[in-house]
């Protein structure tokens, strides 16, 4: 993995770097059009509203606030600080936070103690990829 230099939180990133950090660490994650991007697939408006919300208490407990697009089977989170006109730090540091919590399998996990969403469509509410 490489090590990345640390920026300001106010230290906006070249194209380049964000393109092979992303590659690195954010594989599900893009850039397009100076937004680092990334679509999350529900099964429906309740699994939307799932990840609309979620993203909405992590964006304002970090004080950083993505863009996003909202249909009934899927979320689209824009990240970009506006203040700095440009993906910094402080863009990486949510999108891995979002990652981590929205696609969160505990299931998935050999021995975890929390057994994850049941393995039937009618409880399913997200599309892991």
């Known amino acids: ?3 990345w230099r640390k920026k300001s939180a106010s230290e906006v990133f070249t194209p380049e770097e964000i393109t092979a950090r992303l590659a690195e660490e ?3 994650w893009y850039l397009e059009d100076g937004w680092i991007r990334r679509k999350f697939k529900t099964s429906g408006w309740k699994g939307t509203l799932m990840v ?7 964006a304002e407990a970090a004080w950083h606030h993505p863009d996003l697009t909202v249909s009934y089977a899927f979320v689209t989170v824009k990240l970009m600080n506006h203040a700095a006109k ?3 730090e402080k863009d990486f540091e949510l ?13 998935a996990v050999e021995g975890a103690v929390l057994e ?3 393995d ?3 409880f399913k509410y997200l599309k892991y990829d």
Do not use: C, F
Request: proline share 11%.
């Open 1 to 3: 993995m490489t090590q």
């Open 26 to 28: 954010l594989p599900k």
């Open 86 to 88: 440009g993906i910094t």
């Open 116 to 118: 994850g969403t049941p």
């Open 120 to 122: 039937d469509p009618r």
């Open 95 to 107: 999108a891995r936070k979002i990652e981590e919590v929205v696609m969160w399998q505990p299931g």
């Open 52 to 58: 609309v919300n979620t993203v909405g208490h992590l």
